[in-house]
Nanobody
Framework: VQLQASGGGSVQPGGSLRLSCVASGFSLGDYAVAWFRQAPGKEREAVSC??????????YYTDSVKGRFTLSRDNAKNSVYLQMNSLKPEDTAVHYC?????????????????????WGQGTQVTVSS
């Protein structure tokens, strides 16, 4: 059982990156999936999440990335993606993908990293001029 994250890098402010997360050993479509990030000296925070426990998937975005980031998933490829546009220096952090079976419990649980069962290894995103 593994999550493999990739796609990080260094970009200038206003640039774009697309993070990818591929699952192996389990079907990602059966899980809630999230992208978290952690900057030096800061708490790990949920950037974007998807809960598919209901007929209509629920997408969460933290306020600072709304309108700039888009989470998507491709069940056929057992993958999720985070398209990040209009990047800002404050987006600089290690970004992690994570998956949990704890779906349908509400946003409070969806954004709480301690509820996630599987984690990718992290990919560094650096936004600097």
């Amino acid at each position: 059982v593994q999550l493999q994250a990739s796609g990080g890098g260094s970009v200038q402010p206003g640039g774009s990156l697309r993070l990818s997360c591929v699952a192996s050993g389990f079907s990602l479509g059966d899980y809630a999936v999230a992208w978290f990030r952690q900057a030096p000296g800061k708490e790990r925070e949920a950037v974007s999440c998807i809960d598919t426990s209901d007929e209509t998937p629920y997408y969460y975005y933290t306020d600072s990335v709304k309108g700039r980031f888009t989470l998507s998933r491709d069940n056929a490829k057992n993958s999720v993606y985070l398209q990040m546009n209009s990047l800002k220096p404050e987006d600089t952090a290690v970004h992690y993908c994570a998956a949990t079976t704890n779906q349908g419990l509400g946003v409070i649980f969806l954004v709480a990293h301690m509820w996630y069962d599987y984690w990718g290894q992290g990919t560094q995103v650096t936004v600097s001029s």
